[in-house]
């Protein structure tokens, strides 16, 4: 079955980095866009950014751009998110998200990891 | 961006009622090339996930009861689920992913009444 296994969040101190990774299996990895999507404590769904099965196409939300970067190994059917000056408001839950590769529509979530930067 | 307005922020139905849920786009999320709408709904339950309900705004994901069911075009969509059960309990999402960023509705919180 089609499991996403978030790992690396934490706490961490403004302006600090943190890499989260996101392990996939139970489908043909490289075949799919992949998606790192979070929801801050209480709030709503933001979408941060998408890479393309290759890895050749890449898109950032503006609220991330330049500070967050998404990257993929198809070889270890694993997608990251290196993220550095990390702010208060970066606080919530990350997810990854199986995302089709004609459409980018987000089929398949995963449990996501905690973040939560406080000094 | 395109904006996605959804409403009610909270509704409670009565077990065996039909409830329905809005969605508004600030732009026309139809692509011309095929024809169809890039409007998604996402069930999130607590402590759980979202969970794909609804695709092409009317195409029911593999595995969801008929009783979910999505309309509209263009810029206004429409979740109905036709019989509230308990387990529909949730927070319901819609979603554009006709363009990046994609964005998403703030969300309707669905409970029994």
């Known amino acids: 079955q089609v499991q996403l296994v978030e790992s690396g969040g934490g706490l961490v101190k403004p302006g600090g980095s943190l890499r989260l990774s996101c392990a996939a299996s139970?489908?043909?990895?490289?075949?799919?866009?992949m998606t790192w999507i979070r929801q801050a404590p209480g709030k709503g769904l933001e979408w941060l950014s998408h890479i393309s099965s290759s890895g050749s196409t890449i898109h950032y939300a503006d609220s991330v751009r330049g500070r967050f970067t998404i990257s993929r190994d198809n070889a270890e059917n694993s997608v990251y998110l290196q993220m550095n000056s990390l702010r208060d408001e970066d606080t919530a839950v990350y997810y990854c998200?199986?995302?089709?590769?004609?459409?980018?529509?987000?089929?398949?979530w995963g449990q996501g990891t905690l973040v939560t930067v406080s000094s | 961006d395109i904006v996605m307005t959804q409403s009610p922020e909270s509704l409670a139905v009565s077990l065996g009622e039909r409830a329905t849920i809005n969605c508004k786009s600030s732009?026309?999320?139809?692509?011309?090339?095929?024809?169809?709408?890039?409007l998604a709904w996402y069930q999130q339950k607590v402590g759980q996930p979202p969970k794909l309900l609804i695709y092409?705004?009317?195409t029911r994901e593999s595995g969801v009861p008929d009783r979910f069911s999505g309309s509209g075009s263009g810029t206004d969509f429409t979740l109905t689920i036709s019989s509230l059960q308990a387990e529909d309990v949730a927070v319901y999402y819609c979603?554009?992913?006709?363009?990046?960023?994609?964005?998403f509705g703030q969300g309707t919180k669905l409970e029994i009444k």
């Open positions: 732009q026309y999320v139809l692509h011309s090339s095929n024809n169809k709408n890039y």
């Open positions: 998200g199986r995302a089709t590769t004609v459409t980018t529509l987000i089929d398949f």
């Open positions: 979603q554009q992913y006709y363009t990046t960023p994609q964005t």
């Open positions: 139970g489908f043909t990895f490289r075949d799919y866009y």
């Open positions: 092409w705004a009317s």
